[in-house]
């Protein structure tokens, strides 16, 4: 049966807090309150936080932003734009897909083994969250 299934690595809950904590840290120092989501390898949600004060809307584009980080073979949210953007049929094509996220502050999260997880973070913009989930995988 083994040559029927394989198995994937996965961020474990600890890290998870630690991204977490890293990325709040972060958010404090800028003065910018953010929701923070880390997702597994497989896109389900491992942890989440709201800080006080972040935005509601920033609560599932925070979710979307893992999820789309390691949907598509560890692509960041802000490499997505580019990439579609002078091909029009994936440009009105794919954008219609949910969860789909094509700016900036989704990761994946990826160790020797491969790609582990994702972090989203919203509720500034764009290039504030893209430094509060680099700062949290720093300190991974």
């Not at 972060?26 to 491992?46: F, H």
Request: with cysteine; hydrophobic share 45%.
């Amino acid at each position: 049966m083994a040559e029927n299934s394989f198995q994937k690595p996965s961020i474990t809950i600890e890290a998870a807090h630690r991204l977490i904590a890293a990325a709040e840290a972060k958010a404090r120092e800028m003065g910018v309150p953010m929701c923070i989501a880390i997702c597994d390898a497989d896109g389900t949600l491992k942890a989440f936080s709201r800080m006080d004060g972040a935005p509601l809307l920033s609560v599932q584009i925070a979710q979307d932003k893992a999820y789309t980080a390691v949907s598509f073979g560890g692509m960041a949210t802000h490499e997505w734009f580019d990439f579609i953007r002078n091909d029009p049929p994936l440009l009105h094509g794919i954008i219609k897909t949910d969860r789909l996220i094509v700016f900036g502050g989704g990761f994946a999260i990826k160790t020797a083994e491969g790609i582990i997880g994702g972090i989203g973070v919203s509720g500034g913009h764009y290039t504030q969250d893209m430094e509060v989930a680099q700062a949290a995988l720093a300190a991974l």
